[in-house]
């Protein structure tokens, strides 16, 4: 079956560090890639998105994600955290391109000190 | 723009009674709702997929009879939970794909409790 793993659980920086959050997963065909972030008490929301072509993608906020498909990693990047930045991210994936399937990992819950 | 709501937002019932959750897209049409579930700790598990018009696609292990879901117009896709058990208890959050297809937008998540 398909997963995808997010191995770090809790990551605790403080401001002006660098981040990086592990994914990795499980399906050997095409894949489309996410990451969203869900802020204390907000719905999830889109940080950014792999399709094809660059490996490398910006999203809002200076996120920024690399994909390696030799090592089914998607992780996600930046290169100094803010207090705001405090919040759970999660990392997806929707195989084959099927569009009605996706594939959360268990999210990765970030605190960033002031 | 592409904002999705989720009515109630908290809803506490009694064993034995049914809920019914709302997903609505407020500002584009959602050929697709999805409807998952979301356990402390834990990764969104999808339950099920529903599209406009047709039954909805149910993931495996979930059950179809319990977790009725109705997706009757291009904005509305509704979640029954029936004969609701305290093992239901969990968070339930839907989202929609809109008509461009490529991404999903989410509600804020419903809290359910089951006494």
């Known amino acids: 079956a398909q997963s995808v793993s997010q191995h770090n659980h809790h990551v605790i920086l403080s401001e002006a560090a660098s981040l990086e959050l592990g994914c990795n997963y499980s399906?050997?065909?095409?894949?489309?890639l996410f990451w969203y972030v869900q802020y204390p008490g907000q719905h999830l929301q889109l940080l950014l998105k792999?399709?094809?072509?660059?490996?490398l993608v910006k999203g809002i906020k200076g996120f920024e994600a690399e994909f390696i498909k030799s090592k089914f990693s998607f992780n996600l990047r930046k290169p100094s955290v803010q207090w705001s930045d405090t919040a759970e991210y999660f990392c997806?994936?929707?195989?084959?391109?099927?569009?009605?399937?996706?594939?959360f990992g268990s999210g990765t819950k970030l605190n960033v000190k002031p | 723009g592409a904002v999705v709501s989720q009515h109630p937002s908290r809803v506490i019932c009694k064993s034995g009674t049914s809920v019914k959750i709302e997903c609505r897209s407020l500002?584009?049409?959602?050929?697709?709702m999805f409807w998952y579930r979301q356990f402390p700790k834990k990764s969104l598990m999808l339950m099920a997929t529903?599209?406009?018009?047709?039954?909805?696609?149910?993931e495996q292990g979930v059950e179809k009879d319990k977790f009725l879901i109705n997706h009757a117009s291009l904005t509305l896709s509704t979640l029954t939970v029936t004969s609701a058990h305290p093992e239901d208890s969990s968070f339930y959050i839907c989202?929609?794909?809109?008509?461009?297809?490529?991404?999903?937008?989410f509600g804020p998540g419903t809290r359910l409790t089951v006494l």
């Open positions: 997806a994936v929707n195989p084959g391109h099927n569009f009605n399937k996706f594939y």
């Open positions: 399906y050997g065909g095409t894949v489309n």
């Open positions: 500002d584009f049409q959602a050929t697709t």
């Open positions: 529903s599209n406009e018009g047709s039954k909805a696609t149910y």
């Open positions: 792999y399709f094809s072509g660059d490996p």
């Open positions: 989202s929609a794909r809109d008509l461009a297809g490529d991404t999903q937008y």
